[in-house]
């Protein structure tokens, strides 16, 4: 009779450190301890899980305010475009602001001053750059029948607001 | 499910390490939007490890940002035989540590780590959550409950199990980083293991009156649709024939 | 440092390029927003699989909660244009869903409202969102086996 694998010997298997063919054997044949082994694997999932959805849930916000503090305390000078334009704006930000004010009423003015248009155009909206961009906002749900919830995910593809919706009748479908 | 070892990869995390090394070598030459793009690269997985550590979102916050601080001041001694962010989770990891030693208000009670193969004759606890945790991580309670768990974990048990589930550190590679021998990391790994497992288990077998409400079919106030927790998922995971 | 002199000027060149950038938009009456929607089943098999449309989601699909799958299978592709306030049906595999573009907020940003119905034509969601262009409101619909029923909707 095989002897059922130790608590230790299943966490060196489930951790990769232990690759054994007669462990593997040990725990195929053994339900008790594939139940164990799996009961890692999950605690592993959750941990890890929970901190990732806690990271992407941070906004974007905090992250660029960060960033702006790091890049104040960076010794190297700054040399990107980017750069130059961010710490001129930063540096007239006032100017700026009239600059806009001003910008939007001649805007207005030009608009009234127009008429009605004649054209129709399609417009496609700009893509920006996935690091520029702010998190989806949720401004109203409704889930009639089920309960819902939003988790916020992020990665270098972009951003995403994932609707969970969860029906009172679970066995019901769309 | 994954064969052990393995994770599901997370691929924010998939780099291609030479386009981070042409970054690095920008950055050590002055490039600030080089740096900046490492910083978009990396700072919500270094935040996930430092939160991991210190629990508490400023404090992560603040970790996060002094690491990617010093790993500028220190880019010169950067020579890239690991990967840029293997050396800022390193950063991440001692700014962490550093942080909770500096703000303990009481010394931990550590496990005797040499009673490991005595306790580890205890089994482990069986399954959980119906074998779905990734759908268990979209109940507010049950994260509450992770929160919890990990609060409770002694500071160098949670470091363990952070760097081994968020980063896959090998056992040899955490002993390294904890100056600790592998039998040690093995222990505390054990140790944090079970305690998470115990945590969450007294969970399902003593819910808050909340939820026992929703296992027992009452219906729960649903103040905010967008924010409210999708309880029943967690009463059907309580009902999982896995369990 | 910029001068008196220099402001004005400054104040007179936003102003100026405002007029210039947003007198000819005024003959977009009609703006629209090209839209994305992928419907798609999830469940748990042996090996992974992901439908090579659903490459832009790919990196979201292996995170919790989505980890429990693996498998995930394009039921159908809809690529619209949304005129504002113009509800357009949005015919999907299981149910229907009707999208309407709100409003574009700025020019990388859109509002748009979703409403997704089962098969039944019972509603299940009623959202508004305000989405940045290329980024995703996914809905998520569990079903029975631990399987799910999913529409991803994304603007630019």
Partial sequence: MTRAPSDFELMEHADAEHEDAELIARIEHDPHSRARLESIQQIGELVRGHLELSADAVHDAKFAAMWRRIDGQLVAPATGLWSRITGWVDRYRGYVITGAVSAGAVAALALVLRGPSEGVAAHAIEVRPVAQRAAPEIDSLDTPGGSSTVISLNDDDGNAAVIWVTPDDDTEAL | MNKPGQRASISTHGRDPVDDRELVAAAQRGDRDAFKTLFERYHRRAYALALGVVRHPDDALDVVQDAFIKAHRHLDKFEGSASFYTWLYRIVMNLAIDHLRKHRKVKPVELDETRLEAEGDEPLLPRILGGNPGQALIDKQIRSRIDQALDELSENHRAVLVMRELEGLSYEDMAQAMSCSKGTIMSRLFHARRNMQKRLLDLLDHPPAELAEDLAGTPAADPDPAEAPPARSLARAARSPGR | MIGPAGRRLLIAGFALAAAFVVAPGAARADVTAECDFLEFS???????????????????????????????????????????????????????????????????????????????????????????????????????????????????
Avoid at chain 3, 44 to 59: N, V
Avoid at chain 3, 77 to 86: N, R, S
């Fill in chain 3, 42 to 156: 999830a469940k748990a098999g042996d090996k992974p699989a992901i439908d090579g449309e659903l490459k832009p989601l790919e990196k979201k699909l292996k995170k919790p909660p989505f980890a429990t799958w693996n498998q995930f299978k394009l039921l159908a592709h809809i690529q619209k244009p949304l005129a504002k306030k113009k509800p357009e049906p949005i015919a999907l595999k299981t149910g229907s869903a009707i999208a309407t573009l709100v409003e574009i907020v700025d020019k990388s940003k859109v509002r748009l409202t979703v409403t997704m119905n089962d098969a039944k034509g019972k509603e299940v969601a009623n959202n508004t969102a305000t989405v940045e262009a290329g980024d995703w409101v996914v809905y998520v619909h569990p079903m029975p086996g631990n399987e799910g029923h999913l529409l991803s909707v994304s603007c630019k």
